[in-house]
């Protein structure tokens, strides 16, 4: 089941994953990450181990190649595992396992990788991965949005579509943007829905937050209601295009 796209953008730094499938709660087994570390995401017959100690390993300095090499060969069911991961450096690795189901397989490149399985054929991974090179211009988000819904234009999950979700680090330990749909019959629409309602406050609020470097973060409610200002009419240009 699934494909996804982990990316690290060059502007910020931030890492962000997104995934879409015909499963149930995908947001809450395949996408990992920690802010300047990495991300990964462990998908087709998942194994959540893959998560933590990819982190683990991805804090403690290791390439992408060297984490897809040591979980992997310390698991079984590796044959039937896909895995993806980015390091701190951008670089980035893959592993599709042998009795993962057609069409399945992956694309990596300098700071963004694809992968994917039980899917309608290789384009939808080839339009995910173009379409992410494509759309620099577009906020990390919406980049990483666009590409799943240039890959599901393409046919995506061949049994149909269910759950997705979308996770940003950026500076902090928590992620800067979380969002995941469960169960809907348009997934990636509920989620661009969701992050539109990101927007009117919450976004705002994100910025507010504690930091290490801040740890008092912002109080003031009249800067967050100017952020919250900000952040609709960003919102409400690009989508009016």
Excluded at 73 to 91: K, N, T, Y
Excluded at 96 to 107: A, S
Excluded at 158 to 186: C, F, N, T
Aim: glycine share 10%; proline share 5%.
């Amino acid at each position: 089941m699934t494909w996804s796209i982990i990316a690290k953008d060059p502007e910020t730094g931030a890492f962000g994953v997104a995934v879409t499938t015909k499963f149930f709660a995908v947001g809450a087994l395949c996408p990992h990450g920690a802010a300047r570390v990495g991300a990964l995401a462990t998908q087709a017959l998942v194994n959540p181990l893959y998560g933590p100690d990819g982190i683990r390993l991805l804090a403690e300095g290791r390439s992408a190649e060297d984490i897809v090499a040591i979980v992997t060969a310390q698991d079984p069911g590796s044959g039937s595992r896909q895995l993806h991961v980015i390091a701190r450096d951008g670089r980035t690795a893959a592993h599709t396992g042998q009795d993962c189901i057609d069409w399945c397989g992956h694309l990596t490149d300098e700071g963004v990788s694809v992968a994917g399985n039980m899917l309608a054929g290789p384009a939808v991974i080839e339009a995910t991965l173009e379409t992410y090179k494509q759309r620099m211009d577009l906020p990390f988000a919406d980049r990483l949005m666009s590409a799943l819904d240039a890959g599901q234009a393409e046919g995506g999950d061949k049994r149909g579509k269910q759950s997705a979700a979308i996770k940003i680090w950026r500076d902090e330990p928590y992620p800067m943007l979380d969002l995941r749909v469960d169960d809907h019959p348009e997934p990636l629409d509920e989620i661009r829905r969701l992050y539109g309602v990101a927007h009117e406050r919450f976004l705002a609020f994100m910025d507010a937050m504690a930091t290490r470097a801040n740890p008092g973060g912002i109080t003031d409610r009249s800067w967050i209601d100017e952020k919250a200002r900000e952040y609709q009419a960003q919102h409400e240009r690009r989508t009016s295009r």
